[in-house]
């Protein structure tokens, strides 16, 4: 199965340029369990997650949270990313597609204007990839506002 949406380390990394990940369309549920303990008095949770999973809503808490601790990240689909990127940048249009670069069939993404020079291109095995490499480069020039510009 393809990679479906970003990973946790490119969420943080998003939130980071000052993308807005409130919208998005899946969410990672970072669940830890946690045991009762004489000594302390009370739960004391693992440091290591007993569960990851990716839910299309966020976390609701259970009668059972005493028990649990449930870390709510939101990720990003395609779409989500494709939402961002604006189709043109001056005279370039966003292209997607698969071809073969130097023998390797990979999926691409560029802004490239009609005569076909590309003012940035991102190459990757799974498209989401290169898309996120692309919405990063927008961001980091200013193509894509974020809450802090």
Not at 35 to 45: C, D, L, P, R, W
Not at 48 to 57: G, M, R
Not at 112 to 140: Q, T
């Amino acid at each position: 199965m393809s990679k479906q949406v970003l990973s946790i380390e490119q969420m943080k990394h998003l939130k980071e340029l000052g993308i807005d990940t409130s919208g998005a369309s899946m969410h990672y549920w970072v669940i830890t369990n946690g045991e009762y303990s004489e000594n302390v008095g009370g739960y004391v949770f693992s440091k290591e997650p007993s569960c990851i999973t990716l839910k299309l809503y966020p976390y609701k808490f259970m009668s059972d949270a005493l028990v649990r601790r449930v870390k709510d990240i939101p990720t990003f689909t395609l779409q989500d990313i494709l939402d961002f990127l604006p189709y043109k940048i001056v005279t370039s249009y966003l292209n997607i597609g698969k071809k073969s670069f130097s023998g390797d069939i990979l999926f691409y993404i560029e802004y490239s204007n009609f005569g076909g020079y590309a003012i940035s291109c991102f190459r990757n095995d799974n498209l989401i990839d290169a898309a996120y490499e692309m919405l990063c480069w927008c961001i980091e020039n200013g193509y894509v506002g974020t809450c802090c510009s």
